[in-house]
């Protein structure tokens, strides 16, 4: 459980309507499927906070505001509660799970990553909205089957030296792991702090925009606009901030008066968002 008192009917209608969601007649795998969906195509994976002068990172209820009156994304520790509120609202039981991020030089920290968990009567279900990489539908908590997504072909698989412990696959290679003992947003606090202020975090180390498509997936890192739209793919480097800001608003649906400050040795390829 997320938190004992749920959010209001006013703050659950503002974010089923900020996705284009309907509202589940009942708390069962197919809205979950509906929810998850609309979240993933409707809520951008981002870090533009962590370089706009004078914001915040809230894990709390008001991240459900920041997605649903904002119009806003963020990285995990934003999007999944977000999601998570509005599913405990719902009728859902909700869990969130700590997870390690698989990196080239290993497995990342402790606390590293948020993904949740939904129990629906006897089954439960891995949703994750705040990857980048992350699949659009729940995947099958029980299955150690590999499990088609329209976004690639997951797996979850044991990790043999660490009961309790499982790895999620993306067509054959790790993305994270995650801990199926359930732990407290509250515990995310030294993770967050560490995620706002290292010059080691990756969220300090660039500064991304990415949104997945029906048919693709749009990122935009610094100057640098992707688009990949079913077998056509494009790149643009934008010229000036008018540009810049425009395209958050076309593609991301996001209104900046001005833009965050991007980090100096800016890196564009070192955050995965595809």
């Known amino acids: 459980m997320l938190d004992a ?29 509906h929810l998850a969906e609309r979240a993933v195509l409707s809520v951008p994976f981002e870090n533009l906070d962590y370089h706009l002068e004078g914001r915040e990172i809230h894990m709390d209820k008001r ?40 990196r080239p030089e290993g497995v990342g920290p402790f606390l590293g990553h948020l993904a949740l968990k939904v129990t629906i009567g006897e089954n439960a279900y891995l949703v994750d909205t705040g990857f980048g990489r992350n699949s659009r539908f729940p995947l099958d908590w029980n299955s150690r089957e590999v499990q088609s997504d329209p976004h690639g072909e997951y797996q979850l698989k044991d990790v043999e030296d660490k009961p309790g412990t499982v790895d999620l696959w993306l067509g054959g290679r790790p993305l994270y792991q995650v801990v199926e003992t359930p732990v407290r947003i509250e515990d995310y606090a030294p993770s967050l702090w560490w995620y706002r202020t290292a010059p080691d975090s990756s969220f300090m180390q660039a500064l991304f925009c990415s949104i997945r498509t029906e048919n693709g997936l749009v990122t935009l890192k610094g100057r640098h606009l992707n688009v990949v739209d079913g077998e056509q793919r494009s790149k643009t480097v934008l010229q000036d901030d008018a ?29 995965r968002t595809d």
């Open 5 to 33: 008192t749920p959010i209001d009917d006013a703050r659950v209608d503002a974010y089923l309507t900020r996705i284009g969601a309907s509202r589940p007649a009942q708390p069962d795998l197919a809205g979950l499927r």
């Open 63 to 102: 991240s459900v505001d920041k997605v649903a009156i904002d119009s806003r994304g963020g990285g995990c520790y934003e999007v999944n509660p977000a999601l998570g509120f509005v599913l405990e609202a719902l009728g859902y039981e909700v869990d969130i799970l700590p997870g390690r991020v698989h």
């Open 243 to 271: 540009e810049v800001i425009a395209a958050y608003k076309t593609h991301f649906g996001i209104s900046l008066d001005r833009l965050p400050t991007e980090p100096e040795n800016s890196i564009t390829t070192g955050v």
